[in-house]
């Protein structure tokens, strides 16, 4: 049974940061591209970064690029989610989520995850 286990979410105020840890079990981690995304009140799930199972690319959503470093350690089965400089417009639950199959293309599509985490509250206060 695949299991992700996030931790690392709470309330910050504008300009704090946050890091998010993912821990997977039940599956070779190392195999399988990792990602993060998150939901707004009222929104749809939205792609928020992405990283290779190897960790030869990564990528992050607009919005978020330059603020927000995905990545990963192998050795821990752990994703990492580094969150700078937050705004008030970060507010959102968050989810890791691990790719279906083993494959060196980037999943930016929230569809396109199988396994997912139970989801943390970031909260962003002004």
């Known amino acids: 049974q695949v299991q992700l286990v996030e931790s690392g979410g709470g309330l910050v105020q504008a300009g704090d940061y946050l890091r998010r840890s993912c821990v997977v079990s039940?599956?070779?981690?190392?195999?399988?591209?990792m990602g993060w995304v998150r939901q707004a009140p009222g929104k749809e799930r939205e792609f928020v970064a992405a990283i290779t199972w190897n960790d030869a690319t990564t990528r992050e959503e607009d919005s978020v690029k330059g603020r927000f470093t995905i990545s990963r350690d192998n050795a821990k089965n752990t994703v990492y989610l580094q969150m700078d400089s937050l705004k008030p417009e970060d507010t959102a639950v968050y989810y890791c989520?691990?790719?279906?199959?083993?494959?060196?293309?980037?999943?930016?599509?929230?569809?396109?995850?199988?396994?997912w985490g139970q989801g943390t509250q970031v909260t962003v206060s002004s």
């Open positions: 039940g599956r070779t981690f190392s195999r399988y591209g």
């Open positions: 989520a691990q790719d279906k199959d083993h494959t060196v293309v980037l999943t930016t599509r929230p569809s396109g995850y199988d396994y």
